[in-house]
């Protein structure tokens, strides 16, 4: 893989950051309320990590989540091996065997946590560890923000009160990385297409024009559509249309047929039935509930 091992250092590195909770405390988080769903045991920061190299057979009964933001390393979950580069992260499940380590020329600056807690399963289905696979994040500096809180709140003290914002720190950071494994990356055909609908909801796009506009078919299109966000073309540019006349309805005195024609109606009625077969209620009805 390019990733050549070395031995392990006993010693740790210059300027490191490193958290680890007692586990007395991390069982008694394991019994209460929030905290039992997801629980950070140990974090920390690594920078520069030369020969930095862990390995263990029997796995480690937490799961890790690592975030490389500069040099490289590697990581092999059960046989399978992978190069870990700037701007990725990767998840290893627990109780899995693994080995990880800094590259020897490049040395790896990391931020890390162990994880354990019911929810676990969720949190690795969440970032697609079916395969050990890096994870590319479109915001780097978002993910590096939410580890440096993390690490900084168990510095802090390691009280049910820290475990409890320790977990919510952790969530919001797992949430991110989950929503950058999905979202396209800007410049590719589906975020070009999905700007393109944001761009167009006064109007109507064919599904096969704006595969031909992305240099897709249109299959290739939807499929890739559908993995980024959830859904078919049609039904998210429609969501962008009514989206846009909720804020109408709410926030202006236009009319049902003048908001209609905004987003790229002609037929009042055949508005009104969309929004209805969406939202439960013509737009008249969703215009006088109370709000806020």
């Given at each position: 893989?390019?990733?050549?091992?070395?031995?392990?250092?006993?010693?740790?590195?210059?300027?490191?950051?490193?958290?680890v909770v007692p586990r007395?405390?991390?069982?008694?988080?394991?019994?209460?309320?929030?905290?039992?769903?997801?629980?950070?045991?140990?974090?920390?920061?690594?920078?520069?990590?030369?020969?930095?190299?862990?390995?263990?057979?029997?796995?480690?009964?937490?799961?890790?989540?690592?975030?490389?933001?500069?040099?490289?390393?590697?990581?092999?979950?059960?046989?399978?091996?992978?190069?870990?580069?700037?701007?990725?992260?990767?998840?290893?499940?627990?109780?899995?065997?693994?080995?990880?380590?800094?590259?020897?020329?490049?040395?790896?600056?990391?931020?890390?946590?162990?994880?354990?807690?019911?929810?676990?399963?969720?949190?690795?289905?969440?970032?697609?560890?079916?395969?050990?696979?890096?994870?590319?994040?479109?915001?780097?500096?978002?993910?590096?923000?939410?580890?440096?809180?993390?690490?900084?709140?168990?510095?802090?003290?390691?009280?049910?009160?820290?475990?409890?914002?320790?977990?919510?720190?952790?969530?919001?950071?797992?949430?991110?990385?989950?929503?950058?494994?999905?979202?396209?990356?800007?410049?590719?055909p589906v975020e070009r297409?999905?700007?393109?609908?944001?761009?167009?909801?006064?109007?109507?796009?064919?599904?096969?024009?704006?595969?031909?506009?992305?240099?897709?078919?249109?299959?290739?299109?939807?499929?890739?559509?559908?993995?980024?966000?959830?859904?078919?073309?049609?039904?998210?540019?429609?969501?962008?249309?009514?989206?846009?006349?909720?804020?109408?309805?709410?926030?202006?005195?236009?009319?049902?047929?003048?908001?209609?024609?905004?987003?790229?109606?002609?037929?009042?009625?055949?508005?009104?039935?969309?929004?209805?077969?969406?939202?439960?209620?013509?737009?008249?009805?969703?215009?006088?509930?109370?709000?806020?």
């Open positions: 893989m390019g990733a050549t091992m070395s031995t392990p250092r006993r010693e740790g590195f210059a300027d490191q950051r490193l958290c007395p405390a991390v069982r008694a988080a394991a019994d209460r309320a929030v905290t039992r769903r997801l629980v950070v045991t140990d974090a920390g920061w690594f920078p520069a990590a030369d020969g930095h190299l862990r390995q263990r057979r029997n796995g480690a009964d937490e799961a890790i989540l690592m975030l490389c933001v500069r040099g490289s390393g590697w990581v092999e979950v059960a046989g399978e091996q992978v190069v870990v580069s700037p701007s990725t992260c990767v998840l290893i499940p627990a109780r899995t065997p693994h080995s990880y380590g800094s590259s020897n020329e490049h040395p790896w600056t990391i931020w890390w946590c162990h994880l354990t807690g019911t929810d676990l399963k969720d949190v690795t289905e969440a970032l697609g560890t079916e395969h050990v696979a890096p994870i590319s994040l479109r915001s780097l500096d978002r993910v590096t923000a939410q580890f440096d809180e993390l690490v900084a709140t168990l510095e802090q003290g390691q009280t049910p009160a820290h475990l409890l914002a320790a977990t919510g720190i952790a969530w919001h950071l797992i949430a991110q990385i989950a929503v950058d494994r999905v979202l396209p990356e800007t410049g590719t297409a999905i700007r393109y609908l944001r761009e167009r909801i006064d109007s109507s796009v064919r599904v096969a024009d704006l595969a031909a506009l992305v240099g897709l078919s249109p299959s290739h299109l939807s499929a890739l559509f559908r993995h980024a966000t959830g859904g078919g073309i049609t039904a998210y540019h429609i969501a962008l249309k009514m989206a846009r006349a909720r804020s109408l309805l709410d926030t202006t005195g236009l009319t049902v047929g003048e908001v209609a024609r905004v987003v790229g109606y002609d037929d009042p009625l055949y508005f009104s039935r969309q929004f209805r077969r969406l939202h439960g209620l013509n737009p008249t009805a969703y215009r006088a509930q109370r709000k806020g």
